[in-house]
Structure formats: C-alpha cells, structure tokens
C-alpha cells in the first residue's frame, strides 16, 4: 500500500456537509511536487527493462527474428519469442468472459495488425533493451492487410457496444420519411482516434514465488486482477495490484490487454523484477482505439419542424479477430422526440488492433453525425437551431416511451443560450464577421449520456479515536476520485473528510466495480454511502441499546451522525461522540460493508440519462480556410455535483475533446499497409493552449431520487457529445459550407472565398 | 538504442575533424536528431556535441551594417533579441510560430536550417524512403501526402522541408558561414538545401564535416523592417508545421514597390523563393491586382506530387495576404500568436 498523504487546501474549511464543496485536489501537491508514484516510476531492486517489439506489417506472418544478434548485444539478457517463453496457464484467445478481449501474448506468429507485440527483449537497461528490439530485425511473409471502412465484405454484428441490440425500431420510418415535408440524407464520415492518455501504459511487475506484485495503471482493479489469476494460473490473493495514480486511462486502461501481460511473463521467464513501458506509437495498436464509422443520417420533418422520421445507420470496423463495434447508431435512441426511429448498424473487418471503449464510446460518434444533421434539418425547415430542438424535446425517451428519472435539458438549453447570447445568432450562414474581418459562426449541439451503475463494495469502519476508515478499490485516472470519493466518504460516516482515512487504488481493497462509463462516481459512491450507513448503523445500536448512553433507547431511525457524533433526531442537544460510544462498549472499531449496484426496478421504469447543452463560436479565415474556436458554453444537467470544481474540470475536458473530435484528432492509416502514419503527438493533433478558447460550463440543478442513493449522474464523457456537433455546426454557420468528414480541414473550407 | 561514440570538442577545428569521418554527425540541441535516433532513423555511430563550442552564441551587427547570428544561438532568444526583431520581423515572427516555446528554448540556429523533412514515411522506417535509404523508393508518392511538395519535387521524393526560420530568410537573401576541412566558406541560404531531383538523399550543400558557424543577413535585409511579415497556416493554432507558409517584405518609396521579396514555406525541399513574383511588383503600387498577379505568378510551376493540389490555391491565397499584409506595415510589437491568420483578434493567449 503506497503511503499517500492526501491534504486539502486550508483554504477551503468548510462548514456542514462534505458532499457538494469545491475541494481541490487532495492529491495535488503530491502530483505538483512529483511525489504522485505512477506505475513506471517504481523501481525495484535487480530490475530488467522488457521493451516490446513489434510488427511493421498489419496483416502475415513472422517468419524469422534474429534472436541471436539481439542476445549478442551488451546487456540483452533474454529474447522472449512465441518459441521462448513462459507457458499461460489458458490460452489468452479464449473469451472467458464478454469483459475479455482477445490480446496478443506471443501465442504465435500470425501477425494480426500493425504494431502487434511480435517479441519481447529483455536486458539490464533500457537503452540495450530498445537496440535489442531493433536487432531483432524481423522477416516476414506479408498478406495484404484490410485497411479502411470499405474492406471486405460487410456484416451485421450480432451486438453493439456491450450488449446493445444492433438494431432498434420505433414505428414506421419510411412511411414516416415519405409523408414529411422536408427530408435530409447525409452521410458522415468519423476517422479512427487513439486515447493517447499522457501516461503510457507501464508495469512494474515482481514474481515472488506464486505471488505476483504489480505496478499497473488500471481503470479495473480486480477485472484486471481476475485476468492476470486465470492466465498465470494463480489464486486471486495472490496477487496484488497498485494503481494509485492513472495519468489517464480514457478506456484504454480499462480491461486487461497484452502488454502488460508481457511484462508479467517477461518476469517469470527471467525470475527477475521487470518494467516494461510503451512508447507513444506503440499504443497505435494492442491497447485499444475508437473505430473510424460512416453513418448516413435520413430524417423526415413535416410543414411545423416537427420531425417524422429519424433513420441512423452506422457502419464500423472491429478487427480480424475480435469484436467490438462502435455503437455510434445508438446516439438517436433518447435526444430527439421522432414517432418513427431506426438505428442500425453493420461492419467491415480489417487489420487493426480491437477497437475499444474510448471516452463516450458510440455517443461520441454518433452525436457529432447526429447533431449535425439536426442543424441540417433545422436549416432545411428555416428555423433556429434551438427553437428546432426544443420543438422536438423528447418528453420521455423516444426509442423505450419510458419518463425520464429526471431530464432538466431545457434549463440547459435556456441557461446556456442566455449566457452565450444565442438569440442574437443570424439564421443563414456566412452572415457574421469581426472586426479583423473572420468569419464568425454559432453552432450548437444537444449532449447526452447515460446514467450507469455498476457493482461495487466498500469497508467502512468507526475507530475508537473517533476517525473513521473507508476502504474500496477505487481508481483515479485523474478525475478526481480521491478527492470525491472521499467526500462522500466522509459524509457517509458524519465527520469531517480529514478526520476520515480514505484507501483506495490497490487490489487488496474491497471491488470497486471500473471506472468507466462515467459511472464509477454514482457506484463507488453508492457503495461508500451504503457502507457508511451500515457502520454507523452498528454504531447506533452500541449507543441506543445501552442504558448509560443519552442515546439509550433512541433507535436507529431516531439518531443522525454528524461531525463525529451520533445525535437523537428529535433532540439534538442529546449525544454523544462516536469514541465516547466505542470506548464504552470496549472495543477497537466497529466495521460494516456496503454496496452500490444498478436498481433493476427503476432501470425498467425510468431512463436514465445526464444532458446537456453546448453552444460554440467560431472563426475562420475567409480566404485560408484556417480555423480558431473562440467562445464555447455547455450548460449540463447531471444530478447531485459531488465536487464542483472537479466537474468543472471533466466537461471542460470533455468539451475540448469535443472540439478536438471535430477539428483536430485523426489517425491518418496508409491506405496499402495499414500503419499508421502519425502515431506521435506532435503530428496526432490535439487542442494546444492556443486552441482553447474561454470554456463556460453552467451546472444546471438537477435532482434524481431514482438514479442511485446519493442521485448521481457520470459528468466524464458527456462532455464531448454536444461539443463536437456544436463546433462542426458553428463552420457550417461561418462559412456556409456543410463538411460531414470528420476532422474538419482548411482543404474543405477553401473551396469558397 | 544503438551504441555510439560522443565527442565534446573543444575547438570548431577539432569538430571539423571529430565530424569528417563517416557515420559521424553534429549533435545541437537534438530536438530534431535525437528523435530521429529513437526511431532508428538516424544511426549515427559518432556524435559531435557543438554545444559548448565557444564563439557560436553571439548575435553581432557588423561593420558593414550586416547581422551575423551564431549557429548556437537559440531560436528563442534571436526571435526575442529586440534589435533583431526590431530590424527583422519577419524572421522574428517566423521563429516564434514554430514549434513550442520550450522547443524554441533548446533549439539552435544551426539545426533550424539542417532539420530534417516530417515525411512521415521518412520516420517511419518500415516505409521506403529515398532520402533514408538510397534507391530504396519512395512510399509517399502514392502514400498519405497531403502534406507534400507541389513546387520542386521529382518522382523520387516529394517531401518538403519543415522550417519557418528560412522562409523569411531567404527572402532577405541570407547567407550561410560554413567552416569545413579545406576551411571557411559561405553560400546564399538559397543554395543550402538541395532539391530532390534523382538524389534525395543529398540534402544539403554540407560536405562531410562541414560545419554551420554562422547565418548572415547583409545590410540590405534591414531595409524591409517596415513592411515584412510571415504568414503561416497550420491545422490546430500552434505547435504544428505549416500546411503552407509565406514571408512578404517590401521597400515601399513614394507609394510604390521599391523591391519585394517574396518566399513560400511547406511547398518544396528548400524554403522556396518566387523571384517572377517579386519582380512583378517593383515598380508598381502596393495595390490588390499587383499582389494577385504576384501570387499567380509564384505559384505558375506549382504541380500536386498527390492529395495535395488544394495547397497550390493556398499558397497563392497565402502569398496574397501576406503581402496585403506586409504592405499594411510591420506592427509595432509581434502579435501574440506570431504569423497566425488570428494574429489580429488572439486577444491573450499566446502560441
Ligand atoms: C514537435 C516538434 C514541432 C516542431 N515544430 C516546428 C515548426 O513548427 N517549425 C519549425 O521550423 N520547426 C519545428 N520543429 C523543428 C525544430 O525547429 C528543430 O527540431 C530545431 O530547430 C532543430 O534544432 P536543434 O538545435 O535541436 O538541432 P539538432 O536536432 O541537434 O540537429 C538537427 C540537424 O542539424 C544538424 N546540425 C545541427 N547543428 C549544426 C551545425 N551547426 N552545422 C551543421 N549541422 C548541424 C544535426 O546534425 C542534425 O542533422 C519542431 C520540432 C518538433 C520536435
Ligand atoms: S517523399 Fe522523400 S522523404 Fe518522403 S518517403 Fe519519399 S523519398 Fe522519403
């Protein structure tokens, strides 16, 4: 267990509860001095470094590798080779379960997609370990590679994303595309993107004996550490996994993938401590990316802009060997109130790495297509943006006809409008410039995210000094876990955060669930809050079933804890602190468990969804063709805010993904082999400083009592949908000039001057 | 990595000598070469570190009224030198929208002019590349090259040099300082980086163990002060190359164009004077239909070498506005993102 030594800012004292405070980060002066241990800054004594080498060719067959001049080179002390290496207790092709993706752990020497791990060298440094990788120089036999959404034959996968159905149907869409007044039929095109996180995947790995320590970054502890017990073959507690910091994960850290199952092998195979770290471009492959789509948006509005038809297809790519499907289709199933609704999927195969779960998988995608042809649509009936959406809201999910559990979009949409000034917006396009003479255009954009819960467990305990102990497994990836988390903690157990020992980022601790789905939050949080309950709980009953307590005899139901005292509900001048009641009773610490877990009932009956509203400026030079975001607002609905500020900081995050979605990030694949061609971050373009213009995010109140105890909703990746279609609509507004491949370009904005 | 030598000589002699023999080559700042050699693309066995060689940092204004600027001398404080960009502009402002202010820090004059292309199939080493592997082809020609030549190539590369440094600096006609084994030498900066044609892999005037020492601007290069500017479009708003870029300069006496120069950036192997362009404007007023013809006149050889036909119009719309805007004047301080078409709005934030 790393020691960590949380603080919170003095300057944020505050009075009442923990929950809604702006914190900062607790963690903030360990990662601003350096001190915050990530993965790859662990160092152990007698430690080799593994550096993998990997395939130049996306689709054949290793034929040869010159293990011998790599082994030759001073300091190589092994060459790890689907010939040499240690066995795995199963075959890492089998899918054990649908959480389980297949990875490359040198099972053979069949080359799936470029930059496929093809070996591993492992030597006394890092310098001698990459040269040794080099002199490996393979040979191979080449197949020509699928490359791009027109490969091969197309096919229906039997599921999206996880789980959803490939289709979904909502009443008569052709008849209903056929009665309307206005019809659209665009097609847009989004490009693959990499998660690129700053932190390079990493292990720091120890065999002792059949026990196994880990330094990994993972947004899925014990998913991660049920992986690693069925391949090596070893039992679950004899493992131990610490990832106290992730330098963002994005869904790439998520579930287990080959190369740190390489690090693991690589130390077996030499009965050493290993590190093993990937370059930049060596995560262009085995760690997962979002697939490239295209999807043809068909919408039908009668004479009022009221629609009568929303058609959504999307196609996608999954590897030559896995599945996994971009469920961007998917993004029209809940913004738009359509009597006739149609989403469907189908995909191509091709050489690549298997595509993953990348920050709003699926609503990503789709709302930047979706969005767009709503503005489309709105421009075809002649009506504001706005007013067309609102006259479409959805007053309960279109796709399912069942209410929201709670739905404050239209505050989004007021709030956020108002603050950006939307009403003054021209209705035809190119109608606005500065005074430097650019093209100024106004775009917005509907977001929306699901509501998820997962599992997970928490330990809770009351100690006889009075503080108190929260234990869960939990992750943080940078979004602030260990601060929010341990408000709610600290609010679970009625005292105040830094009387509280929260614990979290190792495998030992109770299971967090994952952090993904914007859910870890709402079901960590959940769990935390249900152990508190329960710990204070016993704790009560110690007090109010003892008749020397001025609880005595009050019930559970009658006390309330607060600042380290239980209190009776109907007379709060009677009470008693928590070690008063401990020390009495005689014993060290009282300890319960909780746990946080999806409401199957209120799933049935209720949708469950953040939202949002997003509203951006842009400039572009009439003549170059050459692009600035200069204003964005997002006003979301997202039910309790637990820590402002952290919030603040993820849609801010989100929105810039959002305009990096729409201006910037492509992975730019050879068209012939395959590779890709910018697998670095000085040509995979992101949003700089420079491109990041004032961000305004609104929280808009939002009260849930269906969603979880504690009424949260995910604020991670609901940033992003909205914002990619606001900033794509806003060139459109500038320019006059509709582009619906994505990123946008200066090529596709010169064509008028 | 692979193994090699490192050499720290003491005098420019003693590097000339460290630098002749093969596989032997000049370390600056490594912003460019030490990424080359972590992706196997440069293989050097011998490094010759320049940087503590004494009497290259200095930026001197000679007795004959031209600027000498030392090959160590970083990109960030010539660029922020206040005689030089006050006399200069145009290459202050090119110096600064390149790259990132911590690379501007490290990086050094000498290796600005002597950076390699960002051909990505150049970087990529699994790809045929001509200029990495002599006659081994060339995968860009009909590979993913938006980015590539449209002025200058052949079929045997279409790569285009990166620096912003030398557009406006051969536009004002500088001139290398060069010292090598059989001594001192100079040539015009438009001389130094080579086209193409059959031999890509010959990038530069440079013999083996030839040393940058020194860049010159002559007394000329001064008179330009007033109206120079450089012009680069990029996709995102910094840190990133140009798509295509252009330095303007004019001598503006009694409402007409004295002499104009004119070079383009992004387009070709070499920063790539338009001399037919510049002539077209001396003599005549600094009028929009005289920088329309200029445009189209430099852009009269241009060619697409692949997906790349929309930065011919862009370098023609480039060349326009950059001499609309140099004719406007210099401003009296460098806007806060240097050569960005928001130059004029970007309000705080800086590149
Ligand atoms: C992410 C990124 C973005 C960039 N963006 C831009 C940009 O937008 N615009 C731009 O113009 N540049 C850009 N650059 C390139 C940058 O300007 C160069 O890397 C830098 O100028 C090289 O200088 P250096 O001192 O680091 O050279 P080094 O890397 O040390 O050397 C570069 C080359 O020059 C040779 N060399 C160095 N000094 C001498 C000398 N005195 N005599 C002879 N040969 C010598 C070396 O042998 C080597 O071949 C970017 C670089 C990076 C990494
Ligand atoms: S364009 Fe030039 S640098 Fe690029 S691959 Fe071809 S030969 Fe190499």
Not at chain 1, 511 to 524: L, V
Not at chain 1, 683 to 694: G, L, R
Not at chain 2, 219 to 232: I, N, S, V
Not at chain 2, 282 to 290: H, K, L, N, S
């Amino acid at each position: 267990m790393p020691e960590l030594n949380l603080t919170s800012a003095p300057a944020h004292i505050r009075h009442g509860s923990n929950i809604g405070q702006p914190l900062t980060r607790r963690d903030g002066v360990l990662k601003v001095t350096g001190q915050a241990t990530y993965a790859a800054d662990n160092h152990l004594p007698g430690m080799l470094f593994a550096v993998i080498a990997v395939s130049s060719i996306a689709h054949g067959r290793v034929v040869s590798l010159d293990v011998t001049a790599a082994k030759r080179h001073p300091g190589v002390v092994d060459v790890m080779t689907p010939d040499h290496k240690p066995q795995l207790a199963i075959d890492p092709e089998i899918k054990t379960n649908p959480f389980v993706f297949r990875m490359e752990a040198l099972q053979s020497n069949e080359v799936r997609y470029a930059n496929q791990p093809i070996a591993v060298v492992i030597a006394e440094t890092l310098e001698a370990a990459t040269e040794g990788a080099v002199l490996l120089a393979p040979r191979y036999e080449s197949l020509p590679p699928l490359v791009g959404l027109d490969a091969g034959e197309s096919f229906v996968p039997p599921v999206v994303g996880v789980g959803n159905p490939t289709e979904n149907h909502l009443g008569d869409v052709e008849a209903g595309l056929a009665s309307a007044e206005k019809q659209i039929d665009a097609t847009y095109e989004t490009p693959p993107q990499y998660h690129n996180a700053m932190e390079p995947h990493a292990i720091v790995v120890q065999w002792d004996g059949d026990r196994l320590s880990v330094d990994m970054p993972t947004q899925g502890l014990v998913l991660s550490l049920a992986r690693i017990a069925e391949l090596f073959g070893i039992a679950h507690d004899k493992i131990h996994i610490r990832s106290p910091f992730l330098g963002g994960g994005f869904g790439s850290k998520g579930l287990m993938g080959g190369p740190p199952v390489l690090g693991i092998m690589a130390a077996k195979l030499v009965g050493r401590p290993i590190k093993l770290v990937l370059r930049r471009e060596q995560m262009y492959g085995p760690v997962g990316h979002r697939a490239p789509t295209r999807q043809r948006l068909r919408i039908g509005a009668d004479g009022e802009g009221r629609l009568t038809a929303l058609d959504h297809h999307a196609r996608t790519v999954s590897s030559t060997f896995d599945d996994f499907y971009e469920p961007a289709a998917d993004a029209s199933h809940t913004l738009y109130a359509a009597p006739a609704i149609r989403t469907s999927h189908d995909a191509v195969r091709v050489n690549t790495g298997t595509p993953l779960f990348m920050r709003a998988p699926g609503e990503a995608t789709g709302s930047i297509a979706l969005e767009s042809a709503i503005d489309e649509m709105a421009w075809a009936c002649g009506m504001d943006p706005l007013a067309f959406r609102l006259k479409n809201y959805a007053e309960v999910e279109p796709i399912s006809g069942k209410p929201f559990s709670s739905k404050a979009l239209r505050a989004c949409y007021e709030q956020g409008a108002a603050r950006f000034g939307w009403a003054k917006r021209s209705l035809q396009a190119r109608q606005m410039r500065d005074d430097a003479g650019l093209l100024v255009g106004w775009g917005m954009g509907t977001a929306t995210f699901p509501a998820l819960m997962f599992q997970a467990e928490a330990r809770a305990a009351i100690r006889r000094d009075g503080t108190g102990v929260m234990e869960i497994g939990a992750h943080d990836m940078g979004q602030g876990a260990w601060t929010a988390l341990a408000q709610i903690a600290a609010d679970a157990v009625g005292l105040d955060i830094d009387r509280v020992t929260f614990k979290a980022g190792t495998s030992d601790l109770p299971d967090a669930g994952i952090a993904g789905g914007s859910a870890h939050t709402a079901t960590a949080g959940a769990a935390i809050h249900s152990a508190g309950a329960a710990v204070i709980a016993k704790l009560a009953d110690l007090a109010t079933g003892d008749e020397r307590s001025p609880l005595f005899g009050a019930g559970n139901a009658g006390v309330i804890a607060r600042d380290g005292r239980l209190i009776r509900r109907d007379d709060e001048s009677r009470g008693e602190s928590y070690a008063e009641i401990l020390a009495r009773a005689g014993v060290a610490e009282v300890e319960a468990r909780g746990t946080g877990a999806p409401n199957p009932a209120a799933m049935e009956e209720y949708a469950m969804h953040a939202h949002g509203a997003v509203f951006a400026e842009v400039k572009v030079d009439p003549e170059l063709g050459q692009i600035r975001v200069s204003r964005m607002v997002g006003a979301f609905a997202a039910g309790r805010i637990v820590n402002p500020r952290m919030v603040q900081s993820q849609l801010f995050g989100g929105m810039i993904w959002g305009m990096s979605f729409a201006l910037h990030e492509e992975a730019i694949t050879d068209r012939r082999t395959g590779r890709i061609m910018n697998a670095n971050l000085g040509e995979y373009h992101v949003p700089v400083n420079a491109d990041v213009p004032p961000l305004d995010v609104i929280t808009v109140d939002e009260h849930d009592p269906h969603v979880n105890a504690l009424g949260i909703k995910g604020v991670g990746e609901i940033g992003i949908t909205g914002s990619a279609g606001a900033v794509a609509n806003a060139v459109w507004h500038a320019t006059g000039v509709r582009v619906r491949r994505f990123p946008i370009r200066i090529e596709d904005l010169l064509t008028q001057s | 990595m692979k193994q090699f030598d490192y050499v720290r000589p003491a005098t420019v002699a003693e590097a000339v000598a460290a630098a002749v023999q093969p596989g032997a080559a000049y370390l600056a700042a490594g912003t460019n070469l030490l990424d080359l050699m972590k992706g196997g693309v440069s293989r050097p066995d011998r490094l010759v570190d320049v940087t503590h060689l004494d009497g290259l940092d200095a930026i001197e204004t000679l007795a004959d009224g031209s600027l000498r600027i030392g090959a160590l001398v970083s990109n960030a404080d010539l660029a922020h030198d206040p005689v030089f960009a006050r006399s200069y502009p145009a290459v202050a402002e090119a110096l600064l929208s390149g790259a990132s202010a911590q690379l501007r820090n490290a990086a050094t004059v000498g290796g600005n002019l002597l950076q390699r292309t960002r051909c990505a199939y150049f970087y990529d080493t699994a790809s045929r590349c001509n200029k990495r592997e002599a006659g081994s082809g060339c995968d860009a020609r009909d590979g993913e090259n938006r980015g590539h030549a449209v002025l200058g190539w052949s079929d045997s590369c279409i790569a285009t040099h990166p620096s912003d440094f030398c557009v406006p600096l051969v536009a004002l006609d500088a001139v290398v300082e060069i010292e090598g084994k059989s001594g001192r030498r100079e040539i015009a900066l438009d001389e130094l980086h080579c086209l193409p044609g059959n031999s890509p892999e010959r990038e530069s005037a440079l013999e083996p163990g030839d040393i940058v020492v020194a860049v010159r601007l002559p007394p000329a290069a001064r008179g330009f002060a007033a109206h120079a500017r450089y012009l680069k479009v990029r996709d995102r708003t910094s840190y990133a190359f140009a798509v295509v870029s252009a330095a303007a300069a004019l001598r503006i006496e009694n409402g007409k164009v004295a002499e104009a120069r004119i070079a383009l950036g992004g387009v070709a192997a070499k920063p790539w004077r338009v001399r037919a362009a510049e002539d077209v404007l001396r003599g005549v007023a600094p009028t929009a239909d005289a920088f329309q013809e200029a445009a189209w006149r430099a852009l009269t050889d241009a060619k697409p070498s692949g997906d790349n036909a929309f930065k011919i119009e862009l370098a023609r719309r480039i060349v326009m506005r950059a001499l609309t805007l140099a004719a406007a004047g210099t401003p009296a301080r460098l806007p806060a993102l240097p050569a960005s078409p928001f130059a004029a709005t970007s309000g705080a934030i800086h590149a």
